[in-house]
């Protein structure tokens, strides 16, 4: 009688936790395909997957699975469930709390161009502790719909192959200190492509200095770089002469946004994060404090700060200048000055104790330089513009 009782309360309270609290579960949803660049006619695998990372177990799930007019359905292979290709519905009776649920879909690429393949939980038993069944495309974005693209290939038509490389010309750099990053478009061909953008910005503790760009145009305000055709086995660069304004440390991400034909391995702007694709990549850079009192602050103008300036002034003429560059002091001094090309290598160094120096500039190339001066009394950075 006392075990009848006994086990009378327990369900009573189980019963009253269910009521009061319920048993919200957490359904996530994943999409991925095993090439996201695929001939006209191949084949290739479409994978969903639902996750409940709940503790409590889900049932009567229902998830959408769109298949647009350029796939073809072939077949498909569940681990738990069923699925329909008539009504594009998989149909889970239950997932266990903590386990996962698998759905491939092989489709044949059947019209070329790009194509959007989206799914969605729209039904389970129990509610969702953080999104909402069925309501795809609002925003935000939840936790149970995802979607990816995938470029099919018209092998009749045009063809490209875009690869895109991001480097620092240093892992670490101080605030203040001109930063050069240098990227580079690459196209393999078999053939040209016009109407090529990179979507190429920088992080906000960061102000330009100069872009230098051998095709096409950058715009910092929308960080686009508009470099137009790109030939097969063609390169262009890009350069961003930057410095840092506060420490830490930083990325910079860049990637291919647009390309008027279809690219052979990758698609346009779609980066996720994980630069998975050669049309994009990422460089992260370290900025530290500046150990001077009075760090100098390099304006977008090439010039420093004057309120920040250490005690000294500085004359630099002729600029542009063909030959010979003059530097004048107020007073003679021990300063130490590099001259860095567009890429960021050094061009020239070296020290001198004097208030006056004149630099044989003759033999460099023409280009933008930026000149770096330190010494006891000063520390500053020019522009330099050579034209033979």
Not at 160 to 173: H, P, Q, T
Not at 242 to 255: I, N
Not at 289 to 306: F, H, M, Y
């Amino acid at each position: 009688m006392k075990n009848a009782i006994s086990l009378l309360i327990k369900l009573l309270l189980t019963c009253s936790s269910y009521c009061c609290f319920g048993q919200d579960i957490d359904l996530e949803l994943e999409t991925a395909v095993n090439a996201i660049a695929v001939n006209e006619g191949d084949t290739f695998y479409y994978t969903i997957s639902v996750f409940n990372t709940s503790v409590y177990d889900a049932s009567g799930i229902e998830v959408t699975c769109s298949i647009p007019a350029t796939v073809s359905f072939d077949n498909s292979i569940a681990t738990n469930g069923s699925f329909s290709a008539i009504e594009s519905l998989w149909t889970i009776n239950s997932i266990a709390g903590g386990d996962t649920a698998a759905l491939v879909v092989t489709l044949e690429a059947s019209i070329p161009g790009t194509v959007s393949l989206s799914a969605e939980i729209v039904a389970a038993d129990q509610e969702d502790s953080d999104s909402s069944p069925g309501n795809y495309g609002s925003e935000p974005l939840e936790d149970d719909e995802a979607s990816i693209d995938v470029q099919i290939i018209d092998l009749q038509g045009p063809l490209c192959d875009i690869s895109l490389s991001l480097r620092a010309g240093v892992s670490e750099a101080e605030i203040g200190e001109p930063l050069v990053t240098k990227l580079v478009v690459h196209n393999s061909g078999p053939d040209g492509t016009p109407g090529v953008k990179v979507h190429f910005p920088y992080p906000e503790q960061f102000d330009l200095i100069e872009s230098i760009q051998e095709a096409g145009v950058y715009n910092p305000a929308t960080a686009s770089w508009n470099l137009g055709d790109l030939a097969s086995m063609q390169e262009k660069a890009l350069t961003l002469v930057l410095y840092g304004t506060e420490a830490g440390s930083f990325s910079f991400q860049a990637q291919v946004s647009q390309s008027d034909y279809p690219d052979a391995d990758s698609s346009p702007n779609n980066d996720d994060g994980d630069q998975s694709e050669d049309d994009e990549d990422e460089v992260t850079v370290h900025i530290s404090s500046n150990e001077a009192e009075n760090p100098v602050k390099i304006l977008p103008n090439g010039s420093t700060d004057l309120q920040q300036l250490l005690p000294s002034s500085v004359t630099v003429f002729p600029n542009p200048c063909s030959d010979h560059l003059v530097l004048e002091f107020d007073s003679d001094q021990l300063v130490n000055y590099q001259l860095i090309d567009h890429l960021g290598k050094m061009s020239m160094e070296g020290s001198f104790a004097s208030s006056k120096l004149s630099l044989d500039l003759s033999f460099l190339p023409e280009g933008t330089y930026l000149l770096r001066l330190q010494g006891s009394k000063i520390q500053h950075c020019h522009r330099v513009l050579i034209l033979h």
